[in-house]
């Protein structure tokens, strides 16, 4: 099973922009799919954003226009840049992997609060 790694979560103001990492134990060039979960207090998790192989996207329509996923094969990383957030972005933020087995992260805390 591959090893998923979250960093960049925090505390940001409304309107603010976090830039959240996930780094992967093993080589991510063949991996079907990676992406961004979330889940709030009481909520179940949901879908944020997944990019393939090919470098396809799809993001939530909550988060259209706002995030971007993006991925670098070279460094096994796969990346989630989040602007203009808002308090109902507040979640904790977990990568996923489909290599093709299923892989998730231990996920990381983002906050967004005046």
Known sequence: QVQLVESG?????PGG?????????????????MGWYRQ???KQRELVAV???DGSTTQ???VKGRFT???NNAKNAVYLQMSNLNPEDTAVYYCYALSP???WG???QVTVSS
């Open 9 to 13: 979560g925090g505390l940001v103001q």
């Open 106 to 108: 231990r996920g990381t």
């Open 60 to 62: 939530a329509d909550s």
């Open 17 to 33: 922009l976090l830039r959240l990492s996930c780094a992967a134990s093993a080589n991510i060039f063949n991996f079907v799919a």
């Open 51 to 53: 990019i393939t192989k």
């Open 101 to 103: 087995g299923q892989s």
């Open 40 to 42: 709030a207090p009481g």
């Open 69 to 71: 996923i993006s991925r």
